[in-house]
T-cell receptor
Framework: DTEVTQTPKHLVMGMTNKKSLKCEQH?????MYWYKQKAKKPPELMFV???????INESVPSRFSPECPNSSLLNLHLHALQPEDSALYLC?????????????FGPGTRLLVL | AQTVTQSQPEMSVQEAETVTLSCTYD???????LFWYKQPPSRQMILVIR??????QNATENRFSVNFQKAAKSFSLKISDSQLGDAAMYFC??????????????FGKGTKLSVKP
């Protein structure tokens, strides 16, 4: 099983809402990633979790709050977002986070902030 | 800072023909990895091929091969016998090797490949 799943597939939220994105993998991977991808642009790294600990935060605004409850799950909590936060949010995982590893990507959550 | 440049925003190829996608990168490091990832429309991004910087031999994966020129900092992808399913956005990516620990995966802006039947 080389699948990373993400829910929901689509999300529309207002600027005062609180919502969460969920990512799950059952490959036994210990590194998990959140990326943001705007239309026709490459993915931009937001956060990296390694062995359930946050190891990289790419200066992401605090209205995005990641959480890794266990080695299979990764959440991204959203609060007071801005319209410019509308994007495709991709989750990925890799075995241990080493440079040569394949990152396995989920299909993404397409977020629209009104 | 490391950068990855893909100079071809869009490319087109006839089915069964060969196409080459270009990628250049800038780094002062000697130990790193290069990747090509494919993102089909509305589908998951997947790894196409990977190259280790310290290996001179070019990587190949079935119909996909790379031309890795370390001195020129060039890493092009050749797709042979193109198929309709190859139509996708292709991202070139770089990742520094911090002695086995993680570094950021840095993507180029992508090349959109169309395959004509």
């Amino acid at each position: 099983d080389t699948e990373v799943t993400q829910t929901p597939k689509h999300l529309v939220m207002g600027m005062t809402n609180k919502k969460s994105l969920k990512c799950e993998q059952h490959m036994g991977h210990r590194a998990m990633y959140w990326y943001k991808q705007k239309a026709k642009k490459p993915p931009e790294l937001m956060f990296v979790y390694s062995y359930e600990k946050l190891s990289i935060n790419e200066s992401v605004p605090s209205r995005f709050s990641p959480e890794c409850p266990n080695s299979s799950l990764l959440n991204l909590h959203l609060h007071a977002l801005q319209p410019e936060d509308s994007a495709l949010y991709l989750c990925a995982s890799s075995q241990q986070g080493r440079a040569w590893e394949t990152q396995y990507f989920g299909p993404g959550t397409r977020l629209l902030v009104l | 800072a490391q950068t990855v440049t893909q100079s071809q925003p869009e490319m087109s190829v006839q089915e069964a023909e060969t196409v080459t996608l270009s990628c250049t990168y800038d780094t002062s490091e000697s130990d790193y990895y290069l990747f090509w990832y494919k993102q089909p429309p509305s589908r998951q991004m997947i790894l196409v091929i990977r190259q280790e910087a310290y290996k001179q031999q070019n990587a190949t994966e079935n119909r996909f091969s790379v031309n890795f020129q370390k001195a020129a900092k060039s890493f092009s992808l050749k797709i042979s016998d193109s198929q309709l399913g190859d139509a996708a956005m292709y991202f070139c990516a770089y990742r520094k090797n911090y002695g086995g620990s993680q570094g950021n995966l840095i993507f180029g802006k992508g090349t959109k490949l169309s395959v004509k039947p």
